[in-house]
Structure formats: C-alpha cells, structure tokens
Nanobody, 120 residues
C-alpha cells in the first residue's frame, strides 16, 4: 500500500532553518503531485507548497521567498527547505501525495505529520 514517511521536524529559533523530507512508496504511477500542508490546533489544514510531476510549484503567500519545495522523481521524495522561520510557522506539517491516471485524480494520501516549532 501507499506509504509516506516524513522526517526533519523539530525546534528552531526564529530566523533559523529546517528541512523536511518525505519518502513515498507503494505505487507505480508516474503522474503524481507531492507537497506539504500544515495545521495548528483549531484551524483547518492549509497548503504550504506543492510540486507537480512536471515541476510546477505553488506556494502559500505566507511562505513565498522563504520556503522552497523540490522533488526527486526517481527516489519519489519531496523536500521542503524552510528558511527565515517565524513563530507563526509553528504547526504540524503533513506530506501529501495526489495520484493521477490519464489526467484524472484517483487518490490522495497523507503522512503521519511532523511537528515544527519556531520559538526562542
């Protein structure tokens, strides 16, 4: 079955950097989107950044110019480089995988979540 394994969360001071990684396995489709969402208690999960099979990226306005999402299609991994972190970036970050066949969406999967805390 499809599995997403995340790593790289933790505690960092404001202005610092963290790198999140997510490794996907258990599927053989070539067309899939990967990305990161985040959620704080009492709020909806929100998109942070995503990247398509073709390399097109989307970022939340709040993280533009600070975060960079990238993927490795051979390793089936997605990475989120987070720089200039702010306390408001504190959240549980979830890896997301969206599968497509023939251009049609067929399924979505989530990682277990990794805590990112930005605090002095």
């Amino acid at each position: 079955q499809v599995q997403l394994v995340e790593s790289g969360g933790g505690l960092v001071q404001p202005g610092g950097s963290l790198r999140l990684s997510c490794a996907a396995s258990g599927f053989f489709y070539n067309s899939y989107g990967m990305g990161w969402y985040r959620q704080v208690p009492g709020k909806q999960r929100e998109l942070v950044a995503s990247v398509t099979s073709g390399g097109s990226t989307v970022y939340a306005d709040s993280v533009k110019e600070r975060f960079t999402v990238s993927r490795d299609n051979v390793q089936k991994t997605v990475t989120l480089q987070m720089n200039s972190l702010k306390p408001e970036d504190t959240a549980v970050y979830y890896c997301n995988l969206r599968l497509y066949v023939g251009g049609s969406f067929i399924g979505e999967y989530w990682g277990q979540g990794t805590q990112v805390t930005v605090s002095s």
